[in-house]
């Protein structure tokens, strides 16, 4: 596997440490490690451990990577590179803790007030964190506001064209880094997803990180939510997007007769089966093998990995004609249930795509669009 300091030949390195194909060697610590890995390792520098670090958070694997590479790289000789190694899991440890003490006070006291709420995606990723918490509730805007206010001095962020038709509201919380992300009684790009919302929280799990238990999402909601990020409104996948659902799908946590329901229900079903194809056939480019899909799923994908590239830090998949075909299903589905409101909510999203892509290239940024 070549090296360079490029940064996909970077996200390869880390696609190979966290997928490790069939044919291993075991490293001295006992764990079972690929050759790649191993003569990769036997050539990095300190610079290099940086740069992976940055791709490694950007991505949300850094705890999972650095800890599978902390002790390879000590059994390699390479001990001023484990010392960054072990300084960088240090360091985003006392954040995700720092941060999970924050999520766990926001949802006690937003519960304790009336405002039933599930914590989304953020928990996807653990052992990592994602860079802001994200919650869902059904409760009245107004009354979270207040409450986020009151307890946590919190304030609301500039709400974009796009947060106000999602129904979502971001807060600045003195003492967080991260900010937290509200999204109230609607779920997509538009907010047009509310059929699939209104039995969204009667699903959910508990799920328990040290002393603490936070409500989850159930294993199929996380994937539709995951489709619906990836697929439907960013247009990329970030190497814990591969891993989260791979995980997920091997651990056999998911029920696709249920998946396939809500997700065909919503007009994203055809989004959700394409995504968990990307993700098996990325996986067998690694270890040989990808995650085991039924039938219902691989029948469904419009597309496979062929046409996804690497590009500025994740793998991109095209618009044209591959997303928008995604998303006229999704439109299709929700004229033909006769949500006409959530339809016109839908019908705007080409339209703010081309504000965010004419504010980028105009002033650097599309936060006032997106």
């Not at 307890?151 to 106000?164: L, T, Y």
């Not at 994908?301 to 996804?308: D, E, N, Q, S, T």
Request: glycine share 6%; hydrophobic share 40%.
């Amino acid at each position: 596997m070549p090296y360079s300091r490029d940064s996909q030949s970077q996200f390869q390195f880390l696609s190979e440490v966290l997928l490790s194909g069939p044919s291993q060697v075991s490293a001295e610590n006992g764990n079972d490690v690929s050759k790649e890995v191993i003569e990769t390792v036997r050539t990095l520098t300190p610079e290099d451990i940086q740069q992976l670090k940055e791709l490694a958070a950007t991505n949300h694997v850094i705890i999972r990577s650095f800890e599978a590479l902390d002790p390879i790289l000590r059994a390699e000789g390479k001990d001023d590179c484990a010392e960054f190694a072990a300084s960088a899991l240090r360091e985003e440890r006392r954040r995700i803790d720092h941060a999970l003490n924050y999520l766990q006070r926001i949802c006690g006291a937003l519960e304790e007030n009336g405002c039933s709420v599930t914590v989304i995606k953020s928990l996807d990723h653990w052992p990592d964190l994602g860079s802001d918490l994200d919650l869902y509730s059904d409760a009245d805007a107004a009354k979270i506001v207040q409450v986020m206010a009151s307890n946590f001095h919190a304030k609301v962020a500039e709400r974009s064209w796009g947060d106000r038709l999602a129904n979502k509201w971001n807060f600045v919380i003195p003492g967080l880094p991260e900010m937290v992300e509200i999204h109230v009684g609607r779920l997509g790009q538009t907010g047009e997803q509310t059929a699939f919302t209104e039995s969204l929280l009667s699903r959910t799990q508990t799920l328990q990180i040290g002393h603490r238990n936070f409500r989850v999402l159930s294993p199929e909601d996380r994937v539709i939510i995951s489709t619906m990020q990836r697929m439907y409104r960013h247009f990329y996948i970030r190497l814990c997007d591969v891993i989260d659902n791979a995980r997920l799908l091997e651990a056999k946590q998911v029920n696709f007769d249920e998946l396939h329901n809500i997700g065909s229900a919503s007009g994203l079903w055809e989004g959700i089966a394409t995504y968990l194809v990307i993700i098996s056939q990325y996986v067998e480019s690694y270890r040989g093998y990808g995650v085991p899909l039924p039938s219902l799923v691989t029948r469904s994908a419009k597309f496979g990995v062929a046409p996804v590239r690497f590009r500025r830090d994740f793998l991109r998949v095209p618009i044209l004609p591959h997303s928008v075909h995604l998303y006229a299903g999704e439109l299709r589905t929700l004229i033909l249930k006769g949500q006409l409101r959530n339809s016109l909510r839908l019908s705007l999203l080409p339209g703010l795509a081309t504000a965010a892509a004419l504010e980028m290239k105009i002033t650097g940024s599309d936060k006032g669009i997106w």
